[in-house]
């Protein structure tokens, strides 16, 4: 009887050893996994301040495929990303800016009227303005949204 206890009571310390080197394996799997989307992240935020956006957004779309479970650098990698878009607007909206102003500079030196006759060039030219402001104003609200979202999410970290 002893020694079926005795071999039951091996089997569980077994268990137990088996358990507690899995969760250690697991956390060393999930340290690693945390540091290589680090690098991934340390990347994204080198592409971003060199003004390649588009391969800094793909490098955390890739990071956020590669690595599901590196929560830590995952949350931070969703400030990059608000953050990458912020920049991307903001350039977008100075070449834009520069492109309505000439716009509006080549619409005020037209005249509505030629000899008596409507200008079709002048009202084309007005509604091309109208809507290049109008997107001028979108390119806007989507830069104030994002400096909202950065400073919600800076917050709640």
Same mark, same amino acid.
């Given at each position: ?31 690693? /996994?945390?540091?290589?989307?680090? @690098?991934? *992240?340390?990347? +994204? %935020? &080198? ?44 350039? /977008?909206?100075?070449?834009?800016? @520069?492109? *309505?102003?000439? +716009? %509006? &500079? ?52």
């Amino acid at each position: 009887m002893w020694s079926k206890m005795r071999s039951n009571y091996q089997y569980c310390i077994a268990i137990a050893v088996s358990c507690a080197l899995s969760l250690a394996a697991c956390k060393t799997a999930q340290e690693a /996994s945390e540091e290589e989307a680090h @690098l991934m *992240l340390h990347q +994204a %935020r &080198e592409l971003m301040a060199d003004g390649h956006f588009n391969a800094a957004r793909d490098t955390i779309f890739a990071l956020r495929k590669q690595y599901p479970t590196a929560l830590e650098t995952r949350r931070a990698a969703i400030l990059t990303l608000d953050s990458v878009e912020l920049l991307e607007t903001r350039d /977008s909206l100075q070449r834009y800016e @520069l492109s *309505l102003q000439a +716009a %509006r &500079e080549g619409f005020k030196r037209m005249q509505p009227r030629v000899n008596g006759r409507t200008n079709d060039l002048y009202y084309q030219q007005q509604r091309r303005v109208f809507e290049m402001e109008q997107h001028f104003d979108e390119l806007c609200a989507k830069a104030k949204f994002y400096v909202r979202k950065i400073d919600i999410d800076q917050r709640e970290q």
